[in-house]
């Protein structure tokens, strides 16, 4: 390997979020190895365009120092680029409702050659939180459910198959985010958990993923006073990162900040001041976020040169990231197309019955679809209505924001009054639904005919409607999980998947 200036070496530890017109601004950090990699933003490339993008970078990187290109792409339909056109696989608790090592490995795989084939080298998943809180805001359908066994078995699974896709994994949120009821994306959650606690349920699953040969994981921006992070969160803590991480669950890889631009770290502290305190906690790869990279680059060469970073802790993540980027291939892997299949192998073992039976059998009248969703997955939603109508040709639609309006809810009454059946899509995001949502669900689902009310999100609303006659939970409006709801409403599909979480329980 090519020796590396202290510059180039200070360089290697930072990743930027990019695109096509950050990349040729800072053409000049590319080529010099001053920056070791970026996050791809959301939703700005075709699989064309990444292409290109990808081969671009190549070209320009120096000789054995490849810019690192990473995606935030977890499955589901939240967290995930829709704009590559990869598969969008039914998310991490559809996952835990098929319970399916093989299944969840194959997911795992086949997301991997697609974005491999694009050039992406790396992806911020699997997530292995075990979401024991009905009440978390971020995490919810982004888990494989509330047993850290199967939490364990599945992301370990997971890591398997992205490392056999091509792909290199990044497990997070180290050491678990599942029982928090903040965002750390605008605050700083605190897991309040005693050691035995999180020996028993959080720790579990990153044991599980380090023995599966994961290379790098993401800490959580979160405080865990049983695990020395008291006053500070994991990301800044030695105490977490170097003593439990690396000393108790033997981590020899790389370890990769969350963006230090989130509102958990960004109200105390700015970007530079992070990367080299989340540095010296034990991170070696630092993701900056949207923020100048040039400024943090100079002061953290500044906190080099000053001593304050010492040379030695400098030298042993520069050659673990080196260690790394040595396994990346020279090329993308040839194109996959084995996606959609595995997508819909995942959603019909994971779509479950909570209650009732099917098919669902409409009376005189139109089958009526009222589905609450947000503006981010209307064109999901709409989906759903389409695979309906394939079964009951003339579905009559009504679409309402989670918050709807008192408009929006008469026109769903008024939908609703001449259905000759009723499909109810409720949609839980994170903590509780709005009342409005729930008030008018609750009514449309007392309606004399056969309902049936459809769990979009998180199905922990599920257990909120005792009166719906039959329950189904998708666990995210994914195109395969949606198609197979509509076969299981029709009766050409027998619901199989258990409920990973048992708050959604009637």
Not at 420 to 435: D, E, I, M
């Amino acid at each position: 390997m090519p020796s590396l200036s202290l510059e180039q070496k200070v360089g290697q530890l930072f990743v930027v979020v990019t695109d096509t017109e950050q990349a040729r601004r800072d053409e000049d950090l590319v080529r010099g190895g001053l920056v070791s990699g970026g996050l791809l933003r959301w939703d700005r490339f075709t699989a064309e365009e990444l292409s290109s993008f990808t081969a671009w970078l190549r070209a320009r990187s120096p000789e054995g120092l490849p810019f690192l290109v990473f995606a935030d792409h977890e499955g589901g339909p939240l967290f995930t680029q829709k704009s590559f056109g990869a598969t969008i696989m039914p998310g991490n608790m559809a996952l835990g409702a098929a319970g399916s090592e093989e299944l969840a490995e194959s997911a795992a795989k086949a997301s991997a050659a697609e974005l491999a084939a694009l050039g992406v080298h790396s992806d911020f998943a699997p997530a292995v939180d075990v979401n024991s809180n009905p009440r978390n805001p971020i995490i919810g359908v982004r888990s494989y459910g509330e047993d850290p066994g199967l939490v364990s078995r599945l992301g370990a699974a997971q890591v398997r198959g992205y490392l056999a896709g091509g792909l290199l994994p990044v497990v997070k949120h180290f050491p678990g985010h599942g029982d928090t009821e903040v965002d750390s994306h605008v605050g700083l959650p605190s897991v309040e958990r005693g050691r035995a606690a999180f020996d028993a349920v959080e720790l579990p699953p990153f044991k599980a993923a380090v023995a599966a040969g994961t290379p790098m994981v993401m800490p959580a921006h979160v405080l865990a006073p049983a695990l020395g992070a008291d006053g500070v969160p994991v990301t800044f803590s030695r105490a977490a990162l170097e003593g439990v991480l690396r000393g108790e669950l033997g981590f020899k890889g790389v370890i990769v900040s969350d963006s230090l631009d989130m509102g958990a770290v960004a109200k105390s502290t700015d970007v530079a001041e992070g990367s080299v305190l989340a540095f010296l906690a034990g991170c070696d790869l630092l993701l900056t976020g949207k923020t100048d990279y040039r400024k943090t680059f100079a002061y953290f060469l500044e906190a080099v040169r000053s001593g304050r970073v010492p040379m030695e802790r400098l030298e042993a993540s520069v050659a673990r990231i080196r260690e790394l980027k040595s396994r990346l291939p020279k090329a993308p892997l040839p194109p996959s197309s084995g996606g959609p299949a595995v997508a819909r192998a995942v959603a019909r073992a994971a779509l479950t019955l909570v209650r009732g039976e099917l098919p669902l059998r409409a009376g005189k009248g139109p089958v009526v679809l009222v589905a609450f969703r947000s503006r981010s997955l209307s064109k999901e939603v709409e989906g759903f209505a389409q695979a309906l109508d394939r079964h009951w040709p003339g579905v009559r639609t009504v679409f309402l924001d989670p918050k709807p309006s008192p408009e929006a809810a008469a026109q769903a009454r008024e939908a609703a009054a001449g259905a000759g059946a009723l499909v109810v899509g409720t949609y839980l995001w994170g903590g509780a639904a709005p009342r409005e949502q729930v008030e008018l669900a609750a009514e449309l689902l007392k309606a004399d005919k056969p309902t049936a009310q459809v769990s979009l999100m998180n199905p922990y609303d599920a257990a909120g409607f005792p009166r719906a006659k039959v329950v189904l939970a998708v666990y995210g409006p994914t195109a395969a999980m949606l198609e197979a709801a509509a076969d299981a409403l029709a009766g050409g599909l027998s619901p199989v998947g258990k409920l990973p979480v048992s708050a959604a329980e009637p």
